[in-house]
């Protein structure tokens, strides 16, 4: 399953409506090839990384039809899977820049920018070089708020991705043992998932023992020991729609201490998730967890960890992590069709810490879970003996 051609124009249609409302003659909207959602919602096509530099600008000017700029190899393919029939090299930006915005070249123009904390310097020197007598105007926002709200085809293919989480998550705790290293664990993670029909996401987490007091690792040549918390944060995609699923493992050998400490976290996020509601306050996420945590004594391992970005969840779906954000400040109205991650990190525990986290989508009355591992099994799943 794709999202179909009528889907991606709609969308692009739609933005350049807001185009128009918002006053602006032009938008630029960029994205790299490792955050590539921005560019991705409009063209279905997500760049190949790492054998080149390979960003998606697209470019919508007045009502003439839309112009893609994108890493010269994967031009190539883009060219014959893209609805958008202009397609162009982007290392040939400056160029192109006099066709393309031949339009607004030597007048006074307002140019929307969306994604510009991604874009590159040196693009934008071009692209203001050409544009000389143009203001630019940072607009993301206008973006942020058609991606949050997913339509049903893009439910249904983040329901895909979050059914192979879950196997990949079940059937790693039928392997992962004492000796392996989390590089192991990562790869037994990894080949579950691309042989179900998955890509990934993002990179894969595994940390262990000490590691696991970090917010993020690259999984290392650390060897498992018993006791050690096990934190996996895995994230297939599936047609570029993401699912961020984590779970937690607890080696046997561990202390009555850290088994208590997980049993909790799973009953925590097994209470606060349904009772999420649409059109509430985001920010009652975070109080829903807290009201729990603190009368239990964890609020010290809790509140330091969950302040910041991402402190209990956040949007996914093109991209892994997207907005909307999720933490005490979330001063905005959860939607319906909104998906979002929720997650509960605990740290500073003896042996370190761990990590809770599913998706679920909004609905019109409450929660629909996309990942059900998690809150379909005992509260003791992940604690091996």
């Not at 979050?162 to 192991?184: C, F, N």
């Not at 970005?309 to 956040?314: A, D, K, T």
């Not at 909004?362 to 629909?368: A, P, W």
Request: with cysteine; glycine share 8%.
């Amino acid at each position: 399953m794709q999202i179909k051609r009528e889907e991606l124009v709609e969308r692009t249609e739609r933005m350049r409506e807001q185009m128009n409302a918002h006053g602006f003659d032009a938008l630029i909207i960029y994205s790299d090839e490792y955050r590539s959602g921005n560019g991705t919602y409009f063209t279905n096509y997500k760049p190949i990384n790492l054998i080149e530099e390979s960003p998606q600008m697209l470019c919508l000017i007045g009502d003439l039809p839309p112009t893609l700029f994108i890493g010269r190899l994967n031009s190539y393919a883009a060219r014959q899977t893209v609805w958008i029939e202009d397609v162009r090299p982007i290392h040939k930006l400056n160029e192109f820049m006099p066709e393309v915005f031949a339009s607004l070249l030597g007048r006074p123009a307002r140019i929307g920018l969306i994604g510009d904390n991604l874009l590159p310097l040196s693009n934008y020197r071009v692209i203001q070089h050409h544009l000389n007598q143009a203001d630019f105007i940072s607009c993301t926002d206008l973006l942020i708020q058609l991606r949050q709200v997913k339509s049903s085809n893009e439910i249904d293919l983040m329901r895909k991705a979050a059914r192979i989480d879950d196997e990949v998550l079940a059937g790693l705790l039928k392997k992962i043992h004492v000796g392996q290293t989390e590089t192991q664990v990562a790869a037994e993670a990894e080949y579950i998932g691309r042989k179900m029909g998955a890509d990934l996401g993002s990179a894969t987490v595994v940390m262990s023992g000490p590691n696991t007091n970090f917010p993020a690792w690259r999984p290392s040549e650390r060897i498992i020991e018993p006791g050690d918390f096990v934190l996996v944060d895995f994230n297939p995609a599936v047609s570029n729609y993401c699912n961020d699923g984590g779970i937690t493992v607890l080696m046997p050998g561990a202390s009555q201490e850290q088994t208590d400490a997980l049993t909790f976290g799973h009953q925590v996020i097994k209470e606060v998730i349904p009772l999420i509601r649409p059109h509430t306050v985001a920010s009652t996420i975070y109080d829903l967890m807290l009201e729990r945590l603190e009368p239990a004594g964890y609020a010290d391992n809790f509140v330091p960890y969950a302040k910041g970005q991402r402190g209990v969840g956040h949007g996914v779906g093109l991209d892994v992590v997207e907005q909307p954000d999720l933490t005490i400040d979330s001063d905005f109205d959860l939607l319906p069709g909104m998906t979002l991650a929720i997650k509960l990190d605990l740290h500073g525990l003896t042996g370190g810490g761990f990590r809770i986290e599913c998706v679920v989508c909004v609905s019109e009355t409450g929660i629909d879970p996309l990942n059900e591992l998690i809150l379909a099994e005992n509260d003791t799943f992940t604690i091996l003996s």
